[in-house]
């Protein structure tokens, strides 16, 4: 799946770049049994401070793309947040697993980005 990725700078491309890196932290598998998805972002969070920071390096990089795509300041500093939340709480060794798994800063992220695109740009909406 990775290796189709698009690498331009239009926001179609960006799109389907940041929801597949979504996929990939937030929701790689589905918990048997449940409904809930766990992701590359809670199992780091099991390797104390390495794990958190290489899992916020993601989440920037997820902001930078968006950047890539012209949003405000304001909607970044935002996004900033998110993953610096989810870097502090990931900063607890073993235990921070736990809201790390409810609080998906890069899901938020990705909320806020597909807000931007649906209103700046309509046609890299997906329907289905």
């Known amino acids: 799946m990775l290796e189709s990725l698009p690498v331009g700078r239009d926001p179609a491309a960006v799109r389907v770049r940041l929801e597949a890196m979504e996929r990939v932290m937030e929701g790689l598998v589905t918990i048997p049994g449940t409904n809930r998805k766990l992701g590359l972002d809670v199992i780091l969070d ?3 401070v390495a794990g ?3 899992a ?11 950047r890539n795509l012209h949003m405000s300041k304001l909607q970044m500093a ?3 947040g998110n993953v610096g939340i989810d870097w502090a709480l990931g900063l607890i060794p073993f235990i921070g697993a736990v809201p ?29």
């Open 46 to 48: 099991l390797v104390p």
């Open 100 to 128: 790390d798994f409810f609080f998906r800063s890069n899901t938020r992220n990705l909320r806020i980005i597909r807000r931007h695109l649906d209103k700046h740009h309509p046609a890299t909406a997906v329907i289905g």
């Open 52 to 54: 958190p920071t290489i």
């Open 56 to 66: 916020a390096v993601v989440g920037a990089w997820l902001v930078f793309e968006a």
């Open 78 to 80: 935002r996004m900033f």
